[in-house]
């Protein structure tokens, strides 16, 4: 069956599933060109989409803390605000992907990136891990090392490595939430 592979469970008996593609989208780089690469390869290959997008609250910032967000009258939790911001962000490119003909779920994680997408790919099996390249350059890269570069030696499957747009314009939400939270304070 193309587009499917086969999987001996401990019973012995024959099972066929659909290929996953796990997705771990950073907003901050081309998220755009790393959703329309997944969404071709799905389309071929008969894959279902997993995207996975994982962040972490600014050090120091509770979950719970009361932060405002822009343009808000009542401040809500950290990491409520965290959730919404990536949703704003997020819906459009399943949009995206789902117009491209790909079959996509959302999977929203708060921790530390590496180990959230570690987490997902052990848990999912996918066939392969779709990243968008955040390769930085020079000093930023020896002192911050890359997610991108972490992520290709902690995980079991394969990585694709989108490389995107350079001038695309990103989304920093974890930024926005440090400005929210010092206004609010």
Do not use: W, Y
Not at 28 to 45: F, I, K, N, T
Not at 92 to 106: I, N, Q, T, Y
Not at 137 to 145: A, K, M, P, V
Not at 148 to 175: Q, R, W
């Amino acid at each position: 069956m193309p587009g499917f592979r086969l999987r001996f469970p401990s019973s012995g008996e024959l099972v066929s599933e659909r290929p996953t593609l796990l997705v771990a989208i950073n907003l901050a780089s081309d998220p755009e060109a790393v959703c329309l690469q997944a969404a071709g390869l799905a389309r071929r290959m008969g894959a279902r989409v997993v995207l996975l997008h994982a962040a972490q609250l600014p050090v120091g910032l509770a979950a719970d803390a009361p932060v405002r967000p822009p343009g808000a009258s009542e401040p809500v939790s950290a990491a409520e605000m965290l959730h919404q911001d990536a949703l704003r962000h997020l819906d459009p490119l399943l949009d995206l992907m789902r117009m491209h003909g790909a079959d996509v779920e959302l999977d929203l994680r708060r921790g530390r990136v590496v180990d959230q997408v570690v987490a997902a790919a052990a848990a999912l099996d996918p066939l392969m891990l779709i990243v968008g390249s955040d390769l930085p350059s020079g000093l930023r890269r020896l002192f911050l090392g890359s997610v991108t570069e972490d992520l290709i030696h902690a995980v079991d499957v394969p990585v694709l490595v989108v490389k995107g747009d350079p001038n695309a314009a990103g989304v920093l939400s974890t930024g926005q939430m440090q400005a929210a939270a010092e206004n609010d304070g």
